[in-house]
């Protein structure tokens, strides 16, 4: 990820498209996996079993965690593995990697770099968002230009 500003949130897909149901969402050249707990929580974890490396998004929602489709390995939201099939519980080494998350202005923003460093107050204050008729375009583009052109470009709002 060298080519990317890891220590920063990033919005990732719409408060109200994420469901209790496994969306891939590619992030920063990263996999990831996306989700909404029982409770509520949005949840994303890299697209990786850890055992196995299986795509999580293939996988399905149990009891508050994401299901590997290969094997059955539960995840939570933190990435912890909470059940291993045939097993009292789940190893502790199978972690699966997690990634912070912050809800505003209708989106679910990720935080891409080292989870210790992610501050909710560092997130871009964008007050017109919140006001009514503070109004914003939504949507995802592909662009054939450098990713700091387009940020040069989308930065200032």
Do not use: I, K
């Given at each position: 990820m060298t080519d990317?500003?890891?220590?920063?949130?990033?919005?990732?897909?719409?408060?109200?498209?994420?469901?209790?149901q496994p969306q891939r969402c590619p992030l920063l050249a990263q996999p990831l996996v996306l989700w909404r707990t029982a409770s509520g929580q949005a949840a994303a974890l890299l697209d990786r079993c850890p055992h196995r490396l299986a795509p999580l998004s293939?996988?399905?929602i149990c009891d508050d965690a994401i299901a590997c489709p290969y094997h059955g390995l539960?995840?939570?939201a933190a990435g912890r593995?909470?059940?291993?099939?045939?097993?009292?519980s789940?190893?502790?080494r199978a972690q699966a990697r997690a990634f912070p998350v912050l809800e505003r202005y209708g989106l679910v923003f990720v935080?891409?770099?080292?989870?210790?460093?992610?501050?909710?107050?560092?997130?871009?204050?964008?007050?017109?968002?919140?006001?009514?008729?503070?109004?914003?375009?939504?949507?995802?583009?592909?662009?054939?230009?450098?990713w700091t052109l387009i940020a040069d470009n989308l930065i200032d709002p």
């Open positions: 990317f500003l890891p220590d920063a949130w990033y919005a990732a897909v719409e408060s109200a498209a994420l469901v209790a293939m996988g399905e539960r995840f939570d593995c909470v059940l291993a099939p045939g097993q009292p789940g190893p502790a935080w891409m770099g080292d989870p210790a460093l992610a501050d909710p107050a560092a997130m871009v204050e964008l007050p017109m968002w919140g006001e009514p008729g503070g109004e914003r375009t939504r949507g995802r583009a592909r662009f054939r230009a450098a």
